[in-house]
């Protein structure tokens, strides 16, 4: 069992840059690849970001590439998200999830992020 907990997002102007974390407890965190996803208002969920077990791989929807980064600490059991350059459209709720098998199958609660114009 994994359970996931996100935090740090807010109202931001476009332009600006937060950084989202997610916290994660249960089973051993470096066991598990995670991944960040969003789910804007009348959209279905989409990829964000990937990272690998212990940081050595990620990926990026081209949406955000050049944009956002993934990274995370095993020691402090937490996967982060840093966004910049943010855009209107990027206005979703952002989820992590863990990927303990092929599938992400542990998510957390989401954590809004709001860009205004």
């Known amino acids: 069992q994994v359970q996931l907990v996100e935090s740090g997002g807010g109202l931001v102007q476009a332009g600006g840059s937060l950084r989202l974390s997610c916290a994660a407890s249960g089973r051993t965190f470096s066991s598990y690849a995670m991944g960040w996803f969003r789910q804007a208002p009348g959209k279905e969920r989409e990829f964000v970001a990937h990272?690998?077990?212990?940081?050595?791989?990620?990926y990026y929807a081209n949406s955000v590439k050049g944009r956002f980064t993934i990274s995370r600490d095993n020691a402090k059991n937490t996967v982060y998200l840093q966004m910049n350059s943010l855009k209107p459209e990027d206005t979703a709720v952002y989820y992590c999830a863990a990927q303990t098998g092929e599938q992400y199958d542990y998510w957390g609660q989401g954590t809004q992020v709001t860009v205004s114009s």
């Open positions: 990272i690998s077990r212990y940081g050595v791989t990620t």
